[in-house]
């Protein structure tokens, strides 16, 4: 199987980058193929979100993708250690799926991050999902939607292209998230 990473590559080495700390490369699968973005500091900065890099077409299956994705991302990152080295975390996966690292976070900045962290319990409303991107909130609902929300409605809209939806359209969408959020579901990935 033959994946084409490199104009995602070329795009990385075109820019400055030295003001982020983490890099996170997320695939995606539709009907026609494989697609990748890479997010710098939780989605501070994105290249491919709008115009997504397709790596492959539909004949292969995911595990073979992601392995192969890894693989490509490990060999690239070691060759050009000088663009990727200030970089803290470096990891990829399926948006809907666990992350695999290629380089993890210091235990010692999750620790400061976790001491600082509120002990509050989180609940989000519609209004908490304003600032996401289309594609980043058809990614919350297919991991944060209830159980039983998910079973109901995901036929209407998992085949929608959020890209293309209204603001009324996404509206919608953002309070159902915030209607039917599984909390459990995001203390456990937290």
């Known amino acids: 199987m033959e994946i084409q990473l490199e104009p995602l590559f070329d795009a990385i080495e075109k820019r400055d980058l030295s003001v982020f700390s983490s890099v996170l490369f997320t695939l995606y699968e539709d009907q026609t193929g494989f697609s990748i973005e890479a997010s710098f500091d939780e989605e501070a ?3 491919g979100r709008e115009d997504p890099y397709v790596i492959c077409g539909d004949g292969s299956s995911w595990k073979r993708v992601i392995k192969a994705v890894g693989g490509a991302l490990s060999k690239h990152i070691k060759s050009h250690s000088s663009i990727y080295s200030h970089f803290d975390s470096i ?10 690292y290629i380089r993890k976070p210091s235990k010692k900045k999750e620790t400061v991050r976790l001491a600082s962290a509120k002990k509050e319990p989180v609940h989000f409303t519609a209004e908490d999902f304003e600032d996401f991107a289309p594609a980043k909130l058809k990614a919350w609902l297919t991991i944060y939607l209830t159980a039983e929300a998910n079973e109901q409605s995901w ?4 085949t ?3 890209e293309t939806l209204s603001e009324e359209q996404l509206r919608y969408w953002r309070e159902f998230l915030a209607s039917h959020f599984d909390y ?3 203390r456990s990935n937290k």
């Open 45 to 47: 900065f994105v290249l």
């Open 91 to 100: 990891a990829y996966g399926f948006a809907d799926g666990d992350l695999n």
């Open 160 to 162: 929608l292209k959020f």
């Open 155 to 158: 036929k209407e809209w998992f």
């Open 184 to 186: 459990e579901k995001y």
